[in-house]
């Protein structure tokens, strides 16, 4: 429960807030990091709302959720804000930034796996989180400065 609870809104939306502010005072590339988390985010409340998927009733939730499922908002937004602070260090503090691969990287699987545990997602829910969080994320960073 702790590990879902990790990557729940009211924790990852300060936390990203607070990397996006850090970036702009330190002169960061904190557009891409906003565009890329951010993007992430909206991309997964739309993906629901256009799939309007239901949570599986195969047991009881261990944890009661009662929005749309597809995809998995908790992998979306915890990947999303590894690969962004990855990106937002890699150029500055490379070191940093493997770490940031090291540590983040099983969390956000973990926080996959749970969301299975407690019976709140079907697999192909968490799949589909990490897939559009590489993807969209990748697509915003690794796109040429133009600056």
């Known amino acids: 429960m702790a590990l879902t609870q990790s990557a729940s809104a009211k924790v990852i939306g300060p936390l990203a807030l607070v990397l996006a502010v850090g970036g702009y005072l330190w002169r960061w590339p904190w557009p891409r990091f906003v565009l890329g988390f951010g993007g992430a985010v909206l991309l997964t409340q739309a993906g629901k709302l256009a799939f309007a998927r239901e949570r599986p009733h195969l047991f009881p939730q261990l944890t009661p959720e009662h929005d749309f499922i597809f995809p998995s908002g908790h992998s979306v937004a915890s990947l999303a804000l590894v690969l962004g602070l990855y990106?937002?260090?890699?150029?500055?503090?490379?070191?940093?930034?493997v770490w940031v691969l090291v540590l983040g990287l099983p969390w956000a699987f973990l926080v996959?796996?749970?969301?299975?545990?407690?019976?709140?997602?079907y697999a192909s829910d968490v799949l589909a989180g990490w897939a559009l969080a590489t993807f969209w994320t990748l697509l915003v960073w690794l796109q040429p400065n133009k600056s």
Not at 87 to 97: E, N, S, V, Y
Not at 112 to 121: A, D, E, K, M, P
Request: charged content about 30%.
């Open 87 to 97: 990106f937002l260090l890699r150029r500055r503090f490379p070191d940093k930034a």
């Open 112 to 121: 996959g796996i749970s969301r299975l545990y407690l019976q709140v997602h």
